[in-house]
C-alpha cells in the first residue's frame, strides 16, 4: 500500500510545483504553453552539469544533485525570457510562441546532448545518465500507521519542491507582487493606472514559471528516466496546465489535481502488480487519471473561469 | 553611418511597407531571416549551408541529387515527399478552422489515432476489394475523428469544460487505451508495431510500377489540396463559415446576432475533428502502414503552428505546410550528405515559426518608421521652403 503513496507523491509534487509555474504567467495574462519545452531544457542544463562534475566529486557525494537542481532552474528560467520577450515584447501570438518554444526546445537539447556526448565525452549516446537519486525517510513520522508513508522513501526533491511552493504561495496571495500579478491577469489597464509597469511584472511571472519548470523537468530526469534524453518530452506539460486549468487558476485545487494525477497513476500500478496481469493491462490502467479528471470536469467546470486577459497582447490605449 | 541606417530603414519601408501585402511580404521577411540564422549555425558547425540547404530540396525531391539507387529518382522522392505532406496538411486545416472559430484544438494528435486505428481494425484488416476499402477507410477516418472532435465541443457547450484540458485528457486516453489493443491483438512481434494493413485499403499505392520506376502514389495529397480549396470556401461564402468566423471574433456579437454559439461550437469542432481523422488515415494508413503503440504523433502540434504560419487561411496553409514538410522530410538526406545532423532541421523550423510570431511587431515597426520617416522628410521640406 505505501508504494501508491511513495511514488504517486514523488511524480505529483514536480507536476504541481510546473502548475504553480503555469499559474503565475497565466495569472499575469500570458498564456503559457511553453511548459513542456521548459521542463526539458531546465533538465537538459541541470543533467549537463550534472555529469560534467560528476568526476569532480565522489560518488555518493549530493553535491551534483543539488548543482543540477539549481542549474535547471537557471536554465528555465533564461529560455523562458525567449517566451517573455516574444509575447510581452515583440507582441507575438502566445498560443503560437508556446508551441515553438516547445518545438524549439526539444531539437535544441537533443541536437545538444548529441554534440555534447561526441565532442565532450567522446561517445555517441543521445542521452546523459544521471541516475536515480538517493531516497530519504524520515525517522518518527514515517513510523505512524497509513500516512507515514508519506515521509518514507522520499526524494530530497520533493522537500525542495514543498518549500518553493509555500514560499510561491505567499508571493503570489500575500504580497504586493502577487496582487499586482493578479491583477494584471485581469485589468491590466487599471494597473497601469496605479503607475505598476505591466510589461515588468509579467515580465517576473514568466520567467517564474520557467525556474519552476525547470525544477520540475530535472525532478523528473532523477526519479522517472533516471536519464536525460528526449523521452523526457511526454507531455508532462501538458498534463500541468491540465491540472492548472482543472484547478481553476489556484494553487490549491491544483495540487489537489496534481495528487489526484499521481495516485490513480501509482494505484493503477499497484493493482495491476497486485493482481499479477500482463503488463500491457497497465496501459489500460494508465487512463484511470484521465478519465478521472473528466468526469470531475462534467461536474466541477460549471463555475470555472479563466483570468479576464489571458492570451491578449497589452495595449496601453485599449480602453 | 546615420545616413546608411537610414537607407536601411528606407529600403525595409520600401519593401516591406505596402499594408496590402504584408500579409504575405512579411511571413517571406520571417522565412528569409530564419535561413540566414540557420546558415549561421551551420557554418558555426563547420559545414558548408548552401549544399546543407540544396541536400534538403534534393531529400524532398525538388532537386536533382547526383545518383539514384535502381528504380528511383527525383520523381520518385517527391511522391513521397507528397505522401508524408498529406497528414500535415490535413492536421494544419483542423486547427485552422478550430482557430478561426475562437477554439483550439491541442487534441488533433488524439483523433488522427482515434481515426487510424478505428480504420485499421476495421478495413485495414479485411478482404474487401480496394475500390470499396479505400472510401470506406476514408469515411470512417473522418466520422470518428468527427465523433471525437464533437465530444470536445459538447462537454465545452454543455459542462463549460476547457477545450484544451479536454482534449489533452482524449490525446492521453486514446494513447493508452488504443495501446492496450494494439499490444494485446493486433501486435506484430517483429516490429513491436501493429500489424501492417492490407494493400487493398491503404491511401498510398506503395511501390506502384511506372516505367522503370518504383514510386509510392500518395492519393491523400490530391484529396487533401482539394479540401483546402473546399474549407477556404466554407469559410468564405457559406452562412456556416460566416457563423464560424462570427463565434471565432466575439461570442457575445454572435450571440446579440442570433447565432446559436453552443451549437457552432459543436460543430466546428466537428469539422476540426473530421479533418484530424482525415490525417490520422492519411498518415496511418497511407504514410505509414502501422501504429506504433503508446506514441502520439507530433503532427499534431507542429500543425499548430503550421496553421499560424499560414495565417490560419487554408490557402496559406498549403504554402507553409510545403515549407515545413520540406525542411522535414529533406532534413535525413542532408543529415546523411552535408554531415549536418537531423535536428538542425526542425531547429531552423522553430526558428521561421519563431520570426513569423513576431510579425505583429514587425508590422508596428514598419509602421513607426514609415511615421518618423515622412514627418522627417515633411520637417526638411519646410526647412527648405523656410531657407527659401
Not at chain 1, 522520499?154 to 504561495?169: G, K, N, S
Not at chain 2, 522530410?329 to 535536428?343: D, F, H, I, L
Request: with cysteine.
Amino acid at each position: 500500500m505505501d508504494v501508491i503513496f511513495i511514488d504517486g507523491l514523488s511524480f505529483a509534487l514536480p507536476l504541481f510545483i510546473m502548475a504553480v509555474g503555469g499559474i503565475y504567467s497565466e495569472k499575469s495574462g500570458v498564456t503559457n504553453l511553453a511548459l513542456e519545452g521548459l521542463q526539458g531544457v531546465g533538465a537538459f542544463c541541470g543533467a549537463l552539469v550534472a555529469v560534467l562534475v560528476a568526476n569532480s566529486f565522489s560518488g555518493d557525494s549530493q553535491i551534483p544533485f543539488y548543482l543540477s537542481m539549481l542549474f535547471a532552474i537557471i536554465g528555465g528560467t533564461l529560455f523562458s525570457m525567449i517566451h517573455a520577450l516574444l509575447c510581452i515584447k515583440l507582441k507575438a501570438n502566445q498560443v503560437i510562441s508556446g508551441v515553438v518554444i516547445n518545438i524549439l526546445a526539444m531539437a535544441l537539447t537533443t541536437f545538444l546532448t548529441k554534440q555534447v556526448n561526441r565532442g565532450v565525452f567522446g561517445a555517441p549516446s543521445d542521452k546523459f545518465v544521471l541516475g536515480v537519486s538517493n531516497r530519504m525517510t524520515i525517522p518518527l513520522v514515517s513510523e505512524i500507521p497509513v500516512i507515514g508513508a508519506i515521509f518514507k522513501n522520499i526524494y530530497p526533491f520533493e522537500i525542495i519542491i514543498i518549500v518553493i511552493a509555500v514560499f510561491a504561495w505567499y508571493l503570489l496571495y500575500k504580497s504586493s507582487y502577487g496582487m499586482h500579478l493578479r491583477a494584471c491577469g485581469d485589468n491590466p489597464q487599471a494597473v497601469d493606472a496605479a503607475g505598476i509597469n505591466v510589461f515588468k511584472v509579467r515580465f517576473i511571472a514568466v520567467m517564474m514559471s520557467g525556474a519552476l519548470s525547470g525544477l520540475a523537468g530535472m525532478s523528473f530526469a532523477y526519479s522517472i528516466s533516471a536519464n536525460f534524453s528526449s523521452s523526457i518530452y511526454v507531455g508532462y506539460g501538458y498534463l500541468a496546465i491540465a491540472a492548472l486549468v482543472f484547478g481553476n487558476w489556484n494553487i490549491f485545487p491544483t495540487l489537489g489535481a496534481c495528487l489526484l494525477f499521481g495516485f490513480a497513476k501509482s494505484a493503477g500500478y499497484f493493482i495491476v502488480q497486485k493482481l499479477q496481469m500482463p503488463s500491457s493491462y497497465s496501459d489500460l490502467v494508465m487512463i484511470l487519471p484521465y478519465v478521472l479528471t473528466l468526469l470531475l470536469l462534467i461536474f466541477f467546470s460549471k463555475h470555472n473561469r479563466s483570468p479576464r486577459a489571458l492570451g491578449e497582447i497589452y495595449d496601453k490605449g485599449k480602453r | 553611418m546615420r545616413k546608411v541606417m537610414h537607407k536601411i530603414k528606407k529600403g525595409f519601408v520600401k519593401v516591406l511597407g505596402h499594408e496590402k501585402y504584408q500579409s504575405i511580404t512579411i511571413p517571406v521577411f520571417a522565412i528569409l531571416l530564419s535561413l540566414i540564422f540557420g546558415a549561421i549555425i551551420i557554418l558555426i558547425l563547420g559545414k558548408n549551408p548552401l549544399e546543407a540547404y540544396r541536400s534538403l530540396l534534393q531529400g524532398s525531391g525538388l532537386l536533382p541529387k547526383e545518383s539514384y539507387a535502381a528504380h528511383k529518382s527525383m520523381l520518385t522522392d517527391f511522391t513521397s515527399f507528397l505522401n508524408a505532406w498529406a497528414p500535415m496538411l490535413f492536421a494544419s486545416l483542423a486547427v485552422a478552422v478550430a482557430l478561426r472559430s475562437g477554439l483550439f484544438n491541442i487534441g488533433v494528435s488524439g483523433q488522427m489515432l482515434t481515426a487510424g486505428f478505428i480504420s485499421t481494425i476495421t478495413i485495414g484488416y479485411s478482404a474487401m476489394a480496394a475500390g470499396i476499402a479505400k472510401p470506406l477507410v476514408l469515411i470512417i477516418g473522418l466520422t470518428s475523428g468527427m465523433l471525437v472532435g464533437a465530444l470536445i465541443g459538447w462537454f465545452k457547450y454543455k459542462f463549460n469544460i476547457n477545450e484544451v484540458v479536454s482534449s489533452i485528457m482524449i490525446n492521453y486516453i486514446a494513447q493508452y487505451v488504443f495501446s492496450f489493443f494494439i499490444n494485446t491483438y493486433y501486435v506484430d512481434p517483429v516490429s513491436r508495431q501493429s500489424k501492417i494493413v492490407n494493400k487493398t485499403a491503404r491511401l498510398t499505392l506503395m511501390d506502384s510500377v511506372v516505367g522503370d520506376l518504383k514510386m509510392d502514389l500518395p492519393l491523400g495529397i490530391i484529396l487533401a489540396l482539394i479540401t483546402a480549396f473546399a474549407i477556404k470556401l466554407l469559410l468564405d461564402k457559406t452562412r456556416i463559415g460566416f457563423e464560424l468566423k462570427t463565434v471565432g471574433s466575439s461570442q457575445t456579437a454572435a450571440r446579440y446576432a442570433g447565432i446559436n454559439v453552443g451549437m457552432t461550437i459543436v460543430l466546428a469542432m466537428a469539422i476540426s475533428g473530421a479533418l484530424a481523422g482525415l490525417a490520422g488515415v492519411t498518415n496511418y494508413l497511407g504514410y505509414d502502414g502501422s501504429i506504433r503503440p503508446k506514441v502520439l504523433t507530433s503532427t499534431g502540434f507542429d500543425a499548430i503552428a503550421v496553421a499560424l504560419l499560414g495565417n490560419s487561411n487554408p490557402i496559406g496553409i498549403i504554402f507553409s505546410s510545403f515549407l515545413i514538410m520540406v525542411i522535414g522530410k529533406g532534413s535525413t538526406y542532408m543529415s546523411s550528405t552535408a554531415g549536418v545532423e537531423a535536428e538542425i532541421a526542425s531547429v531552423i523550423t522553430s526558428l521561421i515559426l519563431l520570426f513569423s510570431a513576431c510579425g505583429q511587431y514587425i508590422k508596428y515597426w514598419i509602421k513607426r518608421t514609415k511615421d518618423s520617416l515622412e514627418e522627417e522628410s515633411a520637417r526638411e521640406m519646410d526647412k527648405r521652403e523656410g531657407d527659401k
